[in-house]
């Protein structure tokens, strides 16, 4: 797979499940500048390592915030504060039994949601058109939970920083010069105990 931090520094817009010749089963990975990248392994997999790159749980992650919007699956999945992805609905049947059907799409990338018979067409910030295998009213009900998620997701991390659970690393440096600082004081001080000063 193309190293999870090139396609995170151009910024993913979508990550859709493609069946590919010569590639089989892939993952093709449209970044916010419209650019495709195709990737021989499964959409499971590319979330995984994207998630990995942002050291995040998914399991937990789906699970905590499964409960805020009351969802077991196609819970919206929040690796930063500027990537929330919405699990959606990409292939109606799939050629092999671990296929899956789920792609996803970045929250903040959608910008047009169109009507497509019982499907719809989603519309990207950078000019890509995707169809998408739910109707408009499921997906504006996934877009409203990841609006919903972004809030909590936000309010969780503002808050843990406020508590002082979240601080910049003190560097060995510092940590040592701490020491050292005490240190010298406490020859000062002996010094100036022993010449009377």
């Known amino acids: 797979m193309k190293d999870a931090e090139i396609l995170i520094k151009a910024g993913i817009a979508a990550v859709v499940p493609v069946y590919e010749a010569g590639a089989g089963n892939a993952t093709r990975v449209i970044t916010s500048d419209g650019k495709e990248h195709l990737i021989g392994n499964t959409c499971r997999t590319v979330i995984r390592r994207i998630a990995r790159a942002y050291g995040v749980d998914l399991a937990a992650v789906r699970e905590n915030y499964g409960r805020a919007v009351n969802r077991r699956n196609y819970v919206p999945v929040p690796l930063s504060p500027s990537l929330i992805l919405i699990p959606v609905k990409f292939r109606e049947r799939p050629l092999g039994e671990n296929d899956g059907t789920v792609g996803y799409l970045s929250f903040y990338e959608i910008r047009e949601i169109e009507e497509d018979g019982s499907f719809s067409r989603v519309l990207l910030a950078c000019g890509r058109c995707l169809r998408v295998l739910l109707g408009k009213a499921t997906l504006l009900e996934y877009m ?35 020491k050292l600082r005490e240190e010298l004081i406490n020859l000062l001080i002996r010094i100036l105990s022993k010449s009377g000063g």
């Open 144 to 178: 409203k939970d990841a609006r919903l998620i972004a809030g909590i997701y936000e309010e969780r991390h503002r808050a843990a920083i406020k508590a002082g659970q979240v601080r910049e690393p003190e560097s060995a440096y510092l940590q040592d010069g701490g």
